[in-house]
Protein backbone atom coordinates (compact mmCIF):
# COMPACT_ATOMS: atom_id res chain seq x y z
CA UNK A 1 0.00 0.00 0.00
CA UNK A 2 3.06 2.68 0.79
CA UNK A 3 3.74 2.78 -2.86
CA UNK A 4 0.02 3.55 -3.98
CA UNK A 5 -0.12 6.94 -4.89
CA UNK A 6 -3.00 8.99 -3.44
CA UNK A 7 -5.26 8.39 -6.16
CA UNK A 8 -5.20 5.07 -6.50
CA UNK A 9 -4.90 4.32 -2.34
CA UNK A 10 -8.41 6.47 -2.15
CA UNK A 11 -9.66 4.12 -5.38
CA UNK A 12 -9.40 1.14 -2.68
CA UNK A 13 -10.67 2.39 0.14
CA UNK A 14 -13.80 3.19 -1.91
CA UNK A 15 -13.68 -0.49 -2.93
CA UNK A 16 -13.30 -1.61 0.08
CA UNK A 17 -16.35 -0.14 1.26
CA UNK A 18 -18.71 -1.78 -0.62
CA UNK A 19 -19.53 0.01 -3.93
CA UNK A 20 -19.07 -0.91 -7.10
CA UNK A 21 -15.94 1.83 -7.88
CA UNK A 22 -12.95 1.14 -8.65
CA UNK A 23 -9.18 3.36 -8.94
CA UNK A 24 -9.99 3.11 -12.71
CA UNK A 25 -13.72 5.35 -12.04
CA UNK A 26 -11.93 7.65 -9.85
CA UNK A 27 -9.35 8.52 -11.93
CA UNK A 28 -11.59 8.33 -15.20
CA UNK A 29 -13.59 11.10 -13.06
CA UNK A 30 -11.20 12.99 -12.05
CA UNK A 31 -10.13 13.31 -15.97
CA UNK A 32 -13.84 14.08 -17.00
CA UNK A 33 -13.80 17.04 -14.73
CA UNK A 34 -10.59 17.87 -15.45
CA UNK A 35 -11.57 18.36 -19.57
CA UNK A 36 -14.56 20.26 -18.79
CA UNK A 37 -14.61 24.11 -18.61
CA UNK A 38 -18.51 24.30 -18.66
CA UNK A 39 -20.19 22.14 -16.94
CA UNK A 40 -23.57 21.19 -16.33
CA UNK A 41 -24.36 18.98 -13.59
CA UNK A 42 -28.25 17.55 -13.43
CA UNK A 43 -29.01 16.19 -9.68
CA UNK A 44 -31.65 14.45 -8.21
CA UNK A 45 -33.10 13.08 -4.92
CA UNK A 46 -29.82 10.80 -4.54
CA UNK A 47 -27.73 13.05 -3.57
CA UNK A 48 -29.92 14.82 -0.82
CA UNK A 49 -30.24 11.26 0.70
CA UNK A 50 -26.68 11.53 1.48
CA UNK A 51 -28.15 14.19 3.86
CA UNK A 52 -31.16 12.44 5.42
CA UNK A 53 -33.68 14.15 3.01
CA UNK A 54 -35.70 10.87 2.00
CA UNK A 55 -36.36 10.27 -1.35
CA UNK A 56 -40.33 10.68 -2.30
CA UNK A 57 -40.78 8.63 -5.66
CA UNK A 58 -38.44 5.92 -4.75
CA UNK A 59 -39.81 2.20 -3.72
CA UNK A 60 -41.38 2.50 -0.29
CA UNK A 61 -40.67 6.42 -0.20
CA UNK A 62 -43.37 8.89 0.80
CA UNK A 63 -45.69 8.94 -2.39
CA UNK A 64 -45.71 4.82 -2.19
CA UNK A 65 -47.57 5.59 1.45
CA UNK A 66 -49.30 9.04 1.38
CA UNK A 67 -51.06 10.23 -1.49
CA UNK A 68 -49.86 12.76 -3.45
CA UNK A 69 -52.40 15.99 -3.49
CA UNK A 70 -53.11 16.95 -7.04
CA UNK A 71 -53.21 20.85 -7.59
CA UNK A 72 -56.99 20.92 -8.67
CA UNK A 73 -57.67 19.76 -5.53
CA UNK A 74 -55.19 22.15 -4.11
CA UNK A 75 -56.74 25.27 -5.84
CA UNK A 76 -60.36 23.57 -5.13
CA UNK A 77 -60.84 22.09 -2.33
CA UNK A 78 -59.68 23.89 1.20
CA UNK A 79 -59.15 20.59 2.91
CA UNK A 80 -56.66 19.61 0.62
CA UNK A 81 -54.97 22.88 0.49
CA UNK A 82 -54.56 22.54 4.49
CA UNK A 83 -52.97 19.10 4.21
CA UNK A 84 -50.85 20.91 1.66
CA UNK A 85 -49.58 23.47 3.61
CA UNK A 86 -49.33 20.95 6.77
CA UNK A 87 -46.88 18.93 4.45
CA UNK A 88 -45.19 21.57 3.34
CA UNK A 89 -44.45 22.68 7.18
CA UNK A 90 -43.32 19.44 7.75
CA UNK A 91 -40.82 18.96 4.63
CA UNK A 92 -39.79 22.60 5.29
CA UNK A 93 -38.36 21.82 8.91
CA UNK A 94 -36.29 18.62 7.34
CA UNK A 95 -34.62 20.40 4.46
CA UNK A 96 -33.51 23.00 7.05
CA UNK A 97 -32.18 20.53 9.65
CA UNK A 98 -30.29 18.78 6.88
CA UNK A 99 -26.41 19.99 6.42
CA UNK A 100 -25.45 19.86 2.46
CA UNK A 101 -22.55 17.07 2.08
CA UNK A 102 -19.47 16.54 -0.11
CA UNK A 103 -21.41 16.04 -3.09
CA UNK A 104 -23.13 19.78 -2.83
CA UNK A 105 -19.65 21.10 -1.30
CA UNK A 106 -17.80 19.54 -4.72
CA UNK A 107 -20.39 21.35 -7.15
CA UNK A 108 -19.59 24.79 -5.38
CA UNK A 109 -16.16 24.02 -5.43
CA UNK A 110 -16.55 23.65 -9.50
CA UNK A 111 -17.91 26.86 -9.55
CA UNK A 112 -15.58 28.36 -7.30
CA UNK A 113 -12.90 27.51 -9.66
CA UNK A 114 -15.10 28.49 -12.91
CA UNK A 115 -15.80 25.24 -14.44
CA UNK A 116 -19.57 25.09 -13.66
CA UNK A 117 -22.15 26.44 -16.23
CA UNK A 118 -24.86 25.65 -13.88
CA UNK A 119 -26.89 22.96 -11.76
CA UNK A 120 -30.21 21.64 -12.60
CA UNK A 121 -31.91 20.00 -10.05
CA UNK A 122 -34.83 18.07 -9.35
CA UNK A 123 -34.52 18.77 -5.42
CA UNK A 124 -36.86 21.59 -3.84
CA UNK A 125 -34.56 21.80 -0.41
CA UNK A 126 -32.07 24.73 -1.25
CA UNK A 127 -29.02 22.87 -0.55
CA UNK A 128 -26.93 23.55 -3.07
CA UNK A 129 -27.67 27.28 -2.70
CA UNK A 130 -26.85 26.30 1.25
CA UNK A 131 -23.52 24.98 -0.13
CA UNK A 132 -22.36 27.95 -1.49
CA UNK A 133 -24.06 28.19 -4.79
CA UNK A 134 -25.73 31.45 -6.00
CA UNK A 135 -29.40 31.40 -6.94
CA UNK A 136 -28.45 32.44 -10.77
CA UNK A 137 -26.18 28.84 -11.19
CA UNK A 138 -29.74 26.83 -10.29
CA UNK A 139 -32.16 26.24 -12.25
CA UNK A 140 -34.97 24.44 -9.77
CA UNK A 141 -36.93 21.87 -11.92
CA UNK A 142 -39.65 21.09 -9.41
CA UNK A 143 -39.15 24.41 -8.20
CA UNK A 144 -38.14 25.54 -4.05
CA UNK A 145 -40.12 23.92 -0.70
CA UNK A 146 -38.76 27.07 0.97
CA UNK A 147 -40.36 29.59 -0.74
CA UNK A 148 -44.17 30.07 -1.35
CA UNK A 149 -45.95 32.72 -3.69
CA UNK A 150 -49.33 33.97 -4.85
CA UNK A 151 -50.35 31.81 -8.03
CA UNK A 152 -51.60 35.20 -9.90
CA UNK A 153 -49.35 37.47 -9.22
CA UNK A 154 -46.24 36.23 -7.99
CA UNK A 155 -45.98 37.62 -5.05
CA UNK A 156 -43.63 36.01 -2.20
CA UNK A 157 -45.14 35.09 1.15
CA UNK A 158 -42.83 33.08 3.82
CA UNK A 159 -44.02 30.08 4.96
CA UNK A 160 -43.64 31.03 8.58
CA UNK A 161 -46.10 33.56 8.42
CA UNK A 162 -48.34 31.62 6.13
CA UNK A 163 -47.99 29.06 9.23
CA UNK A 164 -49.17 31.58 11.30
CA UNK A 165 -51.88 32.15 9.34
CA UNK A 166 -53.22 29.00 9.75
CA UNK A 167 -52.54 28.47 13.19
CA UNK A 168 -55.27 31.90 13.86
CA UNK A 169 -57.97 31.15 11.11
CA UNK A 170 -57.82 27.07 10.64
CA UNK A 171 -57.75 28.51 6.60
CA UNK A 172 -55.17 28.81 4.16
CA UNK A 173 -54.47 32.82 3.69
CA UNK A 174 -54.56 34.23 0.02
CA UNK A 175 -52.97 37.30 -1.14
CA UNK A 176 -52.47 40.39 0.28
CA UNK A 177 -51.95 41.89 -2.77
CA UNK A 178 -55.03 40.45 -5.14
CA UNK A 179 -56.55 38.03 -2.80
CA UNK A 180 -55.21 34.87 -5.21
CA UNK A 181 -54.32 31.74 -4.42
CA UNK A 182 -50.79 31.48 -2.30
CA UNK A 183 -49.19 28.16 -3.01
CA UNK A 184 -45.94 26.58 -2.06
CA UNK A 185 -43.47 27.22 -4.79
CA UNK A 186 -43.42 23.30 -5.85
CA UNK A 187 -44.33 22.06 -8.75
CA UNK A 188 -47.53 19.45 -7.59
CA UNK A 189 -48.58 16.21 -9.22
CA UNK A 190 -51.07 17.61 -12.13
CA UNK A 191 -49.19 21.35 -12.56
CA UNK A 192 -47.73 21.99 -15.31
CA UNK A 193 -43.58 22.03 -15.47
CA UNK A 194 -42.50 25.95 -15.31
CA UNK A 195 -41.70 27.17 -19.12
CA UNK A 196 -39.01 29.77 -17.72
CA UNK A 197 -37.22 27.18 -16.16
CA UNK A 198 -37.05 24.94 -19.07
CA UNK A 199 -35.65 27.03 -21.03
CA UNK A 200 -32.94 28.14 -18.85
CA UNK A 201 -31.84 24.83 -18.39
CA UNK A 202 -32.07 24.24 -22.41
CA UNK A 203 -29.60 26.96 -22.67
CA UNK A 204 -27.54 25.62 -20.64
CA UNK A 205 -27.92 22.37 -22.54
CA UNK A 206 -26.73 24.30 -25.34
CA UNK A 207 -23.80 26.12 -24.09
CA UNK A 208 -22.13 23.19 -22.13
CA UNK A 209 -18.89 21.17 -22.67
CA UNK A 210 -19.82 18.02 -20.68
CA UNK A 211 -23.05 17.10 -18.22
CA UNK A 212 -22.51 15.15 -14.91
CA UNK A 213 -25.68 13.35 -13.49
CA UNK A 214 -25.93 12.70 -10.14
CA UNK A 215 -28.35 10.66 -8.01
CA UNK A 216 -31.07 10.72 -10.51
CA UNK A 217 -32.99 7.64 -11.59
CA UNK A 218 -33.65 9.78 -15.31
CA UNK A 219 -36.91 7.87 -15.28
CA UNK A 220 -38.77 11.41 -14.55
CA UNK A 221 -39.89 13.12 -17.97
CA UNK A 222 -39.23 16.43 -19.00
CA UNK A 223 -35.99 16.90 -15.95
CA UNK A 224 -34.73 13.86 -18.10
CA UNK A 225 -34.21 14.87 -21.36
CA UNK A 226 -32.08 17.31 -20.41
CA UNK A 227 -29.26 15.14 -20.15
CA UNK A 228 -30.25 13.28 -22.91
CA UNK A 229 -30.64 16.19 -25.55
CA UNK A 230 -27.01 17.39 -23.96
CA UNK A 231 -25.60 13.58 -25.19
CA UNK A 232 -27.04 14.50 -28.28
CA UNK A 233 -25.68 17.85 -28.83
CA UNK A 234 -22.44 15.83 -28.39
CA UNK A 235 -21.27 16.36 -24.61
CA UNK A 236 -19.82 13.94 -23.28
CA UNK A 237 -22.17 12.06 -19.99
CA UNK A 238 -20.63 10.70 -16.33
CA UNK A 239 -23.73 9.65 -14.42
CA UNK A 240 -23.30 8.81 -10.41
CA UNK A 241 -26.13 6.88 -8.77
CA UNK A 242 -26.77 3.76 -6.67
CA UNK A 243 -28.85 2.18 -9.32
CA UNK A 244 -28.86 1.94 -12.96
CA UNK A 245 -30.35 4.39 -15.74
CA UNK A 246 -31.77 4.45 -19.16
CA UNK A 247 -29.47 6.67 -19.79
CA UNK A 248 -25.98 4.16 -19.08
CA UNK A 249 -25.72 3.31 -22.62
CA UNK A 250 -24.96 6.91 -23.78
CA UNK A 251 -22.95 7.66 -20.70
CA UNK A 252 -18.90 7.94 -21.43
CA UNK A 253 -18.46 6.54 -17.35
CA UNK A 254 -21.35 5.42 -15.03
CA UNK A 255 -20.58 5.24 -10.87
CA UNK A 256 -22.85 3.06 -9.01
CA UNK A 257 -21.84 4.20 -5.49
CA UNK A 258 -22.32 7.10 -3.17
CA UNK A 259 -22.11 10.67 -4.40
CA UNK A 260 -20.31 12.99 -1.91
CA UNK A 261 -17.52 10.37 -1.83
CA UNK A 262 -16.29 9.39 -5.05
CA UNK A 263 -16.87 13.61 -6.20
CA UNK A 264 -14.99 14.13 -3.03
CA UNK A 265 -11.60 12.05 -4.44
CA UNK A 266 -12.52 13.32 -7.71
CA UNK A 267 -11.92 16.65 -6.56
CA UNK A 268 -8.59 15.97 -4.61
CA UNK A 269 -6.47 16.06 -7.54
CA UNK A 270 -8.68 18.53 -9.52
CA UNK A 271 -6.49 21.53 -11.13
ZN1 LIG B 1 -51.49 37.86 -5.75
Known amino acids: MEKENPICFVGLTIGWKGGKTTKVAVDDLDDFLNRSERLLVFTGAGISTESGIADFRS ?50 SLAKKDRLLGVVTQNIDGLHQRAGLGDEAVVELHGSGLRASCLSCSTPMALNAI ?48 VLVLGSSLVVEPAASIPRIAVQQGAPLAIINREPTPLDGLAKLVINDEIGPSLDLAMFHLG
Not at 84 to 100: G, I, S, V
Not at 188 to 198: I, L, T, V
Open 163 to 210: RDAIEETEEAPSCARCGGVVKADVISFGQPMPQQKMQRALQWVEQCDA
Open 59 to 108: PGGIWSRIKPIQFQDFLNDPEARLEDWRRRFYFKAQYEAAQPNAGHKAIA
